[in-house]
């Protein structure tokens, strides 16, 4: 007999046997009435993650006799598990109860909730269309039947992962999701090279394991379940013990954090992402569409944890942001398409980091969906850009070209205080009135003051990036920009206010993680003061050096000289990596010699 | 008395130095069969010798344990030869069993579970031994293009040797984890996991990844192929069994 539990939005916790639930809320237990068939969507949920399970399974089994072939079953079974999902999600849309379905004791916890309905339909569907792709592109490569076998694995451990309702099948899920990366980058096994990258994303991949096995063992010890609901209701229950004289939420919030970052090629946890490009062209939409998107889930899976913490959004914020940084200059500085993806992802999940650092985790979900959506895209198109433009580039000589890809910008005069009152007003305007429409006491929210900030910036920039576009009717030019701008501020705002309703309805939960994320006002308006400053000063200085350009004196161009070779050797951080491994092996090779092999 | 009993098992479950005894006595095993009869017994006896000592165990000597966990899995990093590397994790692994908390009996099931899969990847190796001299990664053998059935069959081994899920091996390790203090000993665990990973992958790179070409090898029967991928999730199958008494 299984056994369901659910929470509602009071946060109770609900367990099912099928004879008889029991309510559990707080300290106290009470007896419910059988809920009758209301719980049977969870075994949907067992179905969805079953269906890529028996496709791996039988395309093993039939390659042999059906050849090519399996590669339409496996589709098949995806495009099924796909279809469950969306079933999933609109049960869930509809108002559905959330639930669990138990498949073991102890662990095997299958959660049905909006989280897990949404990144469900996420992974599958991106699994769906990447199978359909390589169906073809993998065509002329060895080992068709094995690369469709483990892609059906892989779906299979994401839907896992995602759907993982305790700690021991999230860190199966987590682990394994690693491990079936590392052999599909390494389809090609005649390619020591291509393994070289898979089993450095592979060690990158185990370096995050690890603090969320340590994190899973401080929950296990101080509430004795591996269960997540329990966890979490306990967690709101009780004073939280302290780990190495911190809080047990603080510890590990940072444990899952680090986590996170591992899987979201944060700063540091990077390295692997750029040069993992020589796996097949499916494999990198894969895992850039969605495997790469896994820290988001987590930090969102885990939100309730987070709700407890007080400094740990603050550390997630600034490597979020120091992430986006440093990957979005890499990217810049790229010859190779493939590879100045590669750090676009990586600067794009600095984003959606920072939005978690902020408290705006349902916007990191929105995020990590778009993304995805996006980066899938450019890379399954990659290769038809590429083989295209061998044959004709394809790009005309006019002035879009020349300013965006030449970096030759129109030097013209306009009329520089109207034009700095509309690069600086329009935007703060548009943003400011979609959020407003959504939400009046949104300016009182510091993650949404801080994400406002970067979209003026953002929008700034575009509007005086314009004006110096050669065009024969700026004012239209202009215009065109900012119907666009506000179109995709406006759906941005909405959609991420429905994102934030449907994921977290409870008004409390989204409270206690805008309060998380928090700092104090004083400190806060420092911070935005000084980061409008270095902002500034940052156009100043980039006016200055262009107009000095060809004429600027050496220590500025010693500095661009040195920071160009910084960049273009990806802050040699590859390098100490590469190094300190070098001495490792050598050490051990040392002690090795001395005792002999023994 | 138990002060014995409990060096004496040091020799069983290896603690450095007793752990060379227990390499060279491995390495000197012949024929694959006694090697995997010998990773099957020898932490046996280690464990039923700890659980004469009737006394629990010093922290010191956990301790001891987990710095012995620690050196050779750092030291298995560098390894090329699979008959070399499976002595070294046995070793690292039996010497975390120092610090498990479980009854007597689930420390046997504990040591049976980190034993088994090395006692396939023993047996395997000695097949491949016997074709091509050594098993090495030196040796260019390139398996996956020249003997796929070897080439899966090893893969998963050495990774349900180091403790991949579902492995027994895995919910030892976390089980083993949860069960310790907050603090460096936790962390040392999850090290010597990781040091696990990385020797365990290089190895995989080393024998399966490449064009081949190092030595002839004719891949595996059918039959064997299948008695091995049986006994495989005959493992896995037992992870998921015994995950209730390991964890």
Not at chain 1, 139 to 146: C, L, N, Q, V
Not at chain 1, 237 to 257: K, M, R, S, W, Y
Not at chain 1, 428 to 445: D, K, M, P, Q, T
Not at chain 2, 109 to 129: C, D, F, M, N
Request: glycine share 10%; net charge positive; aromatic share 12%.
């Amino acid at each position: 007999m299984h056994r369901f539990l659910y929470i509602d939005n009071d946060r109770n916790i609900y367990f099912h046997t099928g004879l008889a639930a029991e309510t559990l809320a707080g300290d106290q237990l009470t007896t419910r009435a059988d809920q009758g068939d209301s719980y049977e969507m969870e075994r949907w949920v067992l179905l969805m993650v079953a269906l890529p399970l028996a496709s791996a399974l039988l395309g093993h089994l039939l390659a042999d006799t059906f050849g090519r072939q399996v590669a339409r079953l496996s589709i098949a079974l995806s495009l099924g598990a796909f279809v469950v999902s969306v079933a999933l999600l609109i049960e869930m849309l509809g108002g559905g109860p959330a639930g669990v379905l138990a498949l073991a004791n102890g662990w095997g916890l299958l959660l049905l909730d909006p989280l897990s309905s949404l990144m469900a339909v996420v992974v599958s569907g991106i699994s769906v269309i990447v199978h359909l792709f390589a169906r073809r592109y993998m065509a002329e490569e060895s080992g068709y039947a094995r690369f469709f076998v483990l892609l059906d694995l892989m779906t299979a451990a994401l839907l896992v992962m995602v759907s993982a309702g305790d700690l021991i099948t999230l860190l199966v899920a987590w682990h394994l999701v690693g491990v079936l990366l590392y052999f599909l980058l390494g389809q090609d096994v005649q390619s020591p090279t291509a393994y070289r990258y898979a089993f450095w994303t592979l060690l990158t991949y185990r370096v995050g394991d690890l603090p969320l096995v340590l994190a899973a063992g401080l929950l296990f010890r101080a509430y004795g379940t591996w269960s997540l609901p329990e966890i979490f209701a306990a967690m709101g229950a009780d004073t939280p013990a302290q780990i190495l004289g911190l809080p047990l939420p603080e510890v590990v919030g940072g444990l899952i954090a680090l986590s996170a970052f591992a899987r979201s090629a944060q700063f540091l946890l990077h390295t692997w992402l750029p040069y993992t490009m020589g796996g097949p062209t499916p494999v990198s939409a894969l895992m850039h569409a969605g495997i790469v998107n896994a820290g988001g889930f987590l930090i969102n899976r885990f939100a309730p944890v987070f709700v407890h913490t007080g400094e740990v959004l603050h550390w997630v914020f600034l490597m979020g942001l120091v992430t986006a940084v440093i990957g979005s200059v890499l990217m810049l500085s790229q010859h190779d398409v493939k590879k100045a993806l590669g750090y676009s992802t990586m600067g794009q999940m600095g984003f959606m980091i920072m939005e978690c650092g902020v408290g705006a985790f349902s916007l990191a979900i929105y995020h990590l969906i778009a993304h995805g959506v996006f980066k899938g895209t450019l890379f399954l198109g990659a290769g038809g850009v590429i083989g295209e433009a061998r044959r004709d580039d394809g790009v005309p000589k006019h002035d879009l070209y020349t300013f965006v890809v030449e970096r030759r910008p129109v030097r013209q005069r306009r009329p520089w205080l109207l034009m700095a009152a509309v690069t600086l007003a329009v935007p703060a305007v548009i943003l400011f009135l979609s959020h407003y429409l959504v939400e009046h006491g949104f300016i009182y929210r510091q993650g949404a003051v801080v994400l406002l900030f970067f979209g003026w910036i953002t929008g700034a920039q575009l509007i005086f990036a314009t004006y110096r576009m050669r065009t024969e009717n700026l004012a239209r030019l202009l215009t065109l920009i900012l119907v666009s701008f506000t179109v995709v501020v406006l759906g941005y705002t909405l959609i991420s206010h429905a994102f934030d309703l449907f994921l977290y309805p409870d008004p409390v939960l989204r409270a206690g993680i805008n309060a998380a994320a928090g700092i104090e006002v004083a400190w806060f308006d420092t911070l935005v003061a000084l980061v409008t400053v270095v902002i500034v000063l940052g156009w100043l200085f980039t006016y200055y050096a262009e107009q000095r350009r060809g004429r600027g004196r050496d220590w500025l161009a010693g500095l661009r000289r040195r920071s160009y070779r910084a960049i273009s050797r990806e802050l040699f951080v590859s390098d100490l990596y590469g190094w300190v491994s070098r001495r490792l092996l050598a050490g051990a090779e040392r002690l090795n010699l001395w005792l002999r092999w023994s | 008395m138990s002060l014995v009993l409990l060096l004496l098992a040091g020799l069983f479950l290896p603690l450095f130095p007793a752990s060379l005894v227990f390499n060279r006595v491995l390495a000197r095993q012949g024929h694959p069969s006694r090697r995997a009869l010998f990773l099957v017994l020898w932490p046996q006896l280690g464990v039923l010798l700890l659980t004469q000592a009737r006394t629990s165990v010093p922290d010191w000597l956990a301790a001891w344990g987990l710095v012995t966990a620690l050196f050779y899995a750092y030291r298995a990093t560098a390894l090329r030869d699979l008959g070399h590397w499976i002595g070294f994790l046995a070793t690292s692994a039996w010497a975390l069993l120092w610090l498990s908390d479980s009854s007597p009996a689930i420390r046997h099931v504990e040591a049976l579970g980190l034993s088994a899969p090395l006692v396939l990847l023993t047996l395997i190796g000695g097949k491949l031994e016997a074709l091509v001299g050594a098993v090495s990664t030196r040796m260019n053998l390139g398996l996956a293009s020249v003997a796929p059935r070897y080439a899966a069959v090893l893969v998963v081994a050495v990774l349900a040797s180091v403790a991949t899920p579902l492995a027994p091996g895995f919910f030892s390790l976390v089980g083993t984890i949860a069960a310790q203090p907050p603090g460096a000993a936790a962390v040392a665990i999850a090290l010597v996991w990781l040091l696990w990973t990385w020797s365990g992958a290089r190895l995989i790179q080393g024998l399966v990844v490449g064009p081949g070409g190092g030595a002839r090898v004719a891949d595996l029967s059918l039959t064997a192929a299948w008695a091995y991928a049986a006994a495989l999730t005959l493992l896995g199958l037992a992870g998921i069994a015994l995950s209730e008494v390991l964890l």
